[in-house]
T-cell receptor, first 111, second 114 residues
Framework: SQTIHQWPATLVQPVGSPLSLECTVEGTSNPNLYWYRQAAGRGLQLLFYSVGIGQISSEVPQNLSASRPQDRQFILSSKKLLLSDSGFYLC??????????FGPGTRLLVL | EDKVVQSPLSLVVHEGDTVTLNCSYEVTNFRSLLWYKQEKKAPTFLFMLTSSGIEKKSGRLSSILDKKELFSILNITATQTGDSAIYLCAVANAGGTSYGKLTFGQGTILTVHP
């Protein structure tokens, strides 16, 4: 069966520091991968998606970037965090069916 | 731009009540509509709907899609405190480079009191 992992689970970072969040998927190959941000427990905003290694599409202009160095690995990064980057970051995967399955999420607090 | 609107934004009920959550959408190239339940962490999948008028059921939860009027409802009967959560509606786009992308609504926060 497929599983999706994210780490770290929680993170507290100062403004201006770098960021790296990691997402890995097991039990499938060539998945579509997605990064979302959820603010204040509301709807999810799609940040990036990837249909293959090295292929990244950005949905909204922002202070973040994404990379996909391996088939089942998706990384969310920032060079300098802003206060507004605080939120709950979710990684998701899908393979054809349209149903996206989510990882456990990373709660980021920028101070 | 694809758009999903959920109502109500929040709802407080007592155990045993029946609730109906609404989701309306606009999407350029509709593939499917999905419902998720989110408690403290990741959203968990409830239903995927692709055809109008066919009800999907899982225990006390059911959902139906109307592709003509562009909406879906999620019903929960005999609510329990464990149903307290954020319920998210999303639509999947079938078109070109947007294939598989989900657009989410704001969510409905359901609180069930004992």
């Amino acid at each position: 069966s497929q599983t999706i992992h994210q780490w770290p689970a929680t993170l507290v970072q100062p403004v201006g520091s770098p960021l790296s969040l990691e997402c890995t998927v097991e039990g499938t190959s060539n998945p579509n991968l997605y990064w979302y941000r959820q603010a204040a427990g509301r709807g999810l905003q799609l940040l990036f998606y990837s249909v293959g290694i090295g292929q990244i599409s950005s949905e909204v202009p922002q202070n973040l970037s994404a990379s996909r160095p391996q088939d089942r690995q998706f990384i969310l990064s920032s060079k300098k965090l802003l206060l507004s980057d605080s939120g709950f970051y979710l990684c998701a995967w899908t393979r054809g069916s349209g149903t996206q399955y989510f990882g456990p999420g990373t709660r980021l607090l920028v101070l | 731009e694809d758009k999903v609107v959920q109502s109500p934004l929040s709802l407080v009920v007592h155990e045993g009540d029946t609730v109906t959550l609404n989701c309306s959408y606009e999407v350029t190239n509709f593939r499917s509509l999905l419902w998720y339940k989110q408690e403290k962490k990741a959203p968990t999948f409830l239903f995927m709907l692709t055809s109008s008028g066919i009800e999907k059921k899982s225990g006390r939860l059911s959902s139906i899609l109307d592709k003509k009027e562009l909406f879906s409802i999620l019903n929960i009967t005999a609510t329990q405190t464990g149903d307290s959560a954020i319920y998210l509606c999303a639509v999947a786009n079938a078109g070109g480079t947007s294939y598989g992308k989900l657009t989410f609504g704001q969510g409905t926060i359901l609180t069930v009191h004992p």
